[in-house]
């Protein structure tokens, strides 16, 4: 007999483990913790489920390692507010540091550049006061027993 994978089975094999933070209001601190060892980051994501009302809200994602070493910024800023987030854009990175977080009504498949990151946490930065974002993560552990959580 024959066995089916379910769309979330082949996800899975595709793009790696999906990780969801329920949407809140996008405060500065963290968003992912990684645990266990290093993992490789495919993709992270956020939706505008209320749109945030403060002009240049600079906002930016930032890796902080439990090791020693300073936080690295995973991508430059970008002054989300009226115009940057409306209720259904996505937030996305390039991968590329350098590049500003893009926001768009339309999030093409054209991805990110992957990240390998270990044990330490994945935070938010922003300006924000008001407005509320939901974030997702693909992730696949490199490392035997790594793993991303919601923080």
């Given at each position: 007999m024959s066995v089916l994978i379910q769309g979330d089975q082949l996800r899975t094999i595709l793009e790696g483990v999906k990780v969801d933070r329920a949407t809140a209001l996008p405060a500065a601190g963290s968003l992912f913790t990684i645990t266990?060892?290093?993992?490789l980051i495919k993709?992270?994501?956020?939706?505008?489920?209320?749109?945030?009302t403060v002009a240049d809200a600079g906002t930016k994602l930032v890796y902080n390692p439990t090791a020693t070493g300073a936080s690295v910024d995973l991508c430059a800023v970008l002054d989300l507010g009226t115009?940057?987030?409306?209720?259904?854009?996505?937030?996305?990175?390039?991968?590329?540091?350098?590049?500003a977080m893009r926001s768009t009504l339309l999030y093409a498949t054209g991805r990110q550049a992957e990240l390998i990151l270990e044990t330490?946490?994945?935070?938010?930065?922003?300006?924000?006061t008001d407005g509320s974002i939901a974030w997702t993560v693909l992730y696949v552990p490199l490392d035997n027993g790594a793993s991303v959580v919601a923080a």
């Open positions: 266990g060892g290093r993992v993709a992270i994501v956020g939706k505008v489920t209320t749109a945030v115009t940057d987030s409306a209720v259904g854009a996505y937030l996305t990175i390039t991968g590329v540091v350098a590049n330490g946490a994945i935070e938010l930065s922003t300006g924000a």
